[in-house]
């Protein structure tokens, strides 16, 4: 995939990223052009991973200066983060890829409101597949475009938070649920003990 470039842009969780590539005319004209998301990359342990990991991504050697309507998802992405609820669904998103049963999984999370979550057996009951619960969470781990497509909503049986493939893992996961006022179970952290050597 093509991306047009990317940026790093500052969040309550830390420094994100996003990259983008035209999508041609939109409905605002031929001589308008919406771009459409690509990658959205939440904080790693620091920027230099961050940035790093989307220069890798993107295969860009910079980051840019976001187009307008970049600009402004970035925007509303502060905002949700912040704890203003925003509707991302609206946002264009570029799932060049993504596998047919990826896509559905991708689709079935964006439709779930900022405040809920379902769980993974509901994702797969919902797309016809019961027995697909843990398809549906590893398509939910390579999910590219986090918060937009909002994987975080998407828990273990009984309210468990699951897995998260972002920095901080569950802890994130949880982090992200409970600014939007989502109800979660709390989090268990498995300790192992230390061999004596």
Known sequence: MRHAGYCLFDT????????????????????VVRPAVTLLQLPEVTTERTESRMARASGAPRPSAPP???AEIIERLRKHLEGEAQDLRDIVVD????????RQVYEAAREIPAGQ????????????QPREA????QALG???????????????????????SAH?????KARI???????????QLELRPTRKR
């Open 68 to 70: 307008p309507p970049i």
């Open 12 to 31: 309550p969780l830390g420094q994100c990223g996003i990259a983008w590539r035209d999508n041609g005319p939109s409905d605002g004209g031929p001589s």
């Open 95 to 102: 799932l060049t890829g993504a596998d047919d049963f990826a």
């Open 168 to 172: 901080g893992g569950r802890a994130t």
């Open 177 to 187: 649920l409970a600014v939007e006022g989502a109800p979660t179970a709390p989090i």
């Open 142 to 164: 390579k999910n590219p475009i986090a918060l937009i497509i909002p994987c975080h909503r998407v828990v273990a049986a009984g309210g468990k938070p699951g897995g998260f």
């Open 134 to 137: 843990q398809a549906v969470g």
């Open 117 to 128: 979550t379902r769980t993974y057996g509901e994702i797969a009951r919902a797309l016809g």
